[in-house]
């Protein structure tokens, strides 16, 4: 028998068609987002500012670009399917199944991680329409951590989806927490555009090596050294799934 | 062969509400057990302790032998349940619903899509099959959850109030369907309100009170406990209460030219009855006996909090009833 039970299957199988029955919730608004950022911050601005470390800046953005809408898609994805499946309590079909606590944590994060890479490939499609990268400058590191952040943030989700207690809680955590780690995380700026403590503060964001990653796997430059960057993200991943499955075995927020 | 349901001195808090009071009962394999109780007495928080949507407090309890959070795994895999809220995915029409529930519990792609077809057939809703469960009438929605109870094949079916809100004919139908389960050996617990259901469907029953179990005993043997109720009717008033008197016959009462008895036996009674008012000169004109239903017996027990109770019936405090809620004649049934 595959370690992959039938089980999990089902579940995993579950969430994914959960978004992608629904294309116009799912694809649409990362694709218009994506494609105003493109013009604006790329074309439109672009042409005003200075190449970073020899990249035209529409192709420095583009990886971090990357990263913000898969990191976002995993996160929102697993917590709302959680919140939602709560909310209605029909996540009660899974909770009263024999599959096992460590299973239906897998199921949730896979189909959100896949959700954020799927996502991640659109935005790099829309991005290569805007400007020639044609190449990925090291593979390995692109679909490495492209990986590793999408399985991170979709745990993260899991444990916003166990712990919100009303829709308005989803948004708070996308909004105050999510998006300024992402906008001071080096998206839209080197950080060598920062000095003294804002530069020194930035180590301290985990978005600032997952941005660095993947553009050192796209474009090749990086502000960071990316192998401590890839080991140390996995770590954390694998805390913060091991707190999923604690919580899940505990029933927080899904049992009375 | 271990029970189908075995609990120990199962406790559940919420706050300072304890839903479940040290209750200790065992559902035997292959019978049909109903599960009686007023509102509030806390049949739905015992059956959530056994799927594990509630934690319990302490106590323990096993479902075919396996403990419901050591052996989570196994014990949920036998246990169908049709919940009394509805909980259903939104997101997938129904025949999809019970293909990944069955899917959950290890049953292929193929045979999942052949169960789903009979499960829904099964409780009259084959056309309803691309059908999101929002759309169903309320009945519908009813037999839906019977049918996502059925399609993991459950050594041990729950259903809690699976026929509310079903037209009676539906209801007849659905009752064949769970006696069908049953014969093939299928552990049912059911709580309903409708005491008509238990009586004729279960083979045993508990009756549950504040988290207490107040009696177990077979729906028989309730109504024997009842009392019945005999009228007679004289010719003509009597003056004063005439002197009835035998084992079995509780009260007599008087109103006008109308006497009545509460008797354990209604049909023992009343020989007794006619020769004792005849020999004091009264002519009996008509006689009527009301049999307790189990219903009465229903409301008795849990308005007196356990006067019936027999030795079974563990310890039971005096006050819980005697207060609050329990007291209420309405007990919906
Ligand atoms: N999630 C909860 N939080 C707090 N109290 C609860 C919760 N669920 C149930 N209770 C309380 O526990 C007690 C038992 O409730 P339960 O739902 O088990 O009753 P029941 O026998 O199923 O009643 P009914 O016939 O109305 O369905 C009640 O006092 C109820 O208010
Ligand atoms: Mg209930």
Redo the contacts between chains.
């Keep these: 028998m595959s370690v992959v039970s039938r089980g999990l299957q089902s579940l995993t199988r579950r969430e994914i068609l959960r978004f992608v029955r629904r294309p116009y919730n799912t694809f649409l608004p990362p694709f218009i987002t994506n494609i105003l950022y493109f013009s604006v911050f790329g074309v439109i601005l672009g042409d005003r500012i200075s190449d970073i470390g020899g990249v035209p800046y529409i192709q420095f953005i583009l990886p971090g670009l990357v990263v913000l809408g898969a990191v976002s898609n995993a996160f929102e994805n697993a917590s709302f399917s959680i919140f939602h499946g709560r909310w209605n309590e029909y996540i009660h079909e899974a909770l009263t199944s024999p599959l096992a606590y460590w299973e239906m944590v897998v199921a949730y994060v896979v189909s959100s991680a896949l959700r954020g890479i799927l996502i991640g490939i659109l935005i790099a499609g829309i991005g290569a329409a805007f400007t020639p990268v044609r190449t990925l400058a090291n593979p390995f590191y692109a679909v490495a951590f492209l990986g590793v952040i999408t399985t991170l943030f979709a745990a993260f989700g899991v444990i916003g989806g166990l712990v919100a207690e009303d829709f308005d809680h989803l948004t708070v955590l996308n909004q105050f927490i999510l998006r300024p780690l992402v906008f001071f995380g080096g998206v839209f700026y080197s950080l060598d555009a920062l000095s003294g403590v804002a530069r020194t503060a930035s180590y301290l964001n985990p978005m600032v090596y997952m941005v660095n990653g993947v553009r050192y796997g796209v474009i090749g430059v990086s502000d960071i050294q990316p192998d401590t960057s890839l080991v140390v993200l996995s770590g954390l991943t694998v805390a913060v799934l091991v707190v999923d499955v604690w919580l899940f075995k505990r029933g927080y927020g899904l049992t009375d | 062969m271990p029970p189908a349901i075995r609990t120990d001195d199962l406790v559940k808090e919420?706050g300072d509400v304890r839903a479940l009071d040290g209750l200790s009962l065992s559902v035997p394999q292959g019978s049909f057990f109903g599960l009686l109780g007023p509102n509030g007495a806390g049949k739905t928080t015992f059956i959530?302790t056994l799927?594990?949507?509630?934690?319990k407090t302490s106590g323990t309890a096993e479902v075919f032998g396996h403990d419901v959070e050591a052996d989570?795994?196994?014990a949920?895999?036998a246990?169908g349940?049709a919940?009394q809220?509805?909980?259903?995915?939104?997101?997938?029409p129904i025949r999809e619903?019970l293909m990944?529930?069955a899917?959950?519990?290890?049953?292929?792609e193929d045979e999942a899509a052949d169960r789903a077809a009979e499960a829904l057939e099964t409780v009259g809703l084959g056309g309803k099959a691309e059908t999101r469960f929002d759309w169903l009438s309320g009945g519908m929605k009813r037999r839906f959850m019977l049918a996502?109870a059925m399609v993991?094949d459950p050594d041990l079916l729950i259903l809690d109030e699976p026929t509310a809100g079903v037209d009676v004919e539906l209801r007849h139908d659905l009752w064949d369907v769970i006696r069908d389960l049953n014969d093939d050996g299928t552990t049912i617990l059911l709580t309903t309100h409708y005491i008509e259901e238990a009586e004729r469907l279960c083979d045993q029953v508990a009756i549950i009170d504040s988290g207490r179990k107040v009696t177990v005993a077979t729906p028989d043997d309730l109504t024997e406990r009842g009392t019945d109720l005999v009228t007679l009717t004289l010719d003509a008033a009597p003056t004063g209460t005439p002197a009835i008197s035998a084992d079995g016959i509780d009260s007599v009462a008087v109103d006008g030219s109308t006497v009545t008895l509460r008797a354990n036996s209604g049909s023992e009674a009343v020989p007794i009855a006619v020769r004792q008012l005849e020999a004091a000169g009264h002519r009996v004109h008509d006689v009527d006996v009301s049999r307790t239903s189990l219903e009465d017996v229903f409301v008795d027990i849990t308005r007196t909090g356990g006067d019936a109770t027999d030795g079974s019936g563990g310890s039971v405090d005096p006050d819980t009833g005697d207060d609050g809620d329990a007291e209420s004649p309405e007990v919906t049934l």
């Design positions: 919420y959530n799927v594990g949507l509630v934690r989570y795994r196994d949920r895999d246990i349940l919940p809220e509805f909980n259903v995915d939104r997101f997938f619903v990944h529930k899917g959950y519990h290890g049953v292929g996502r993991t």
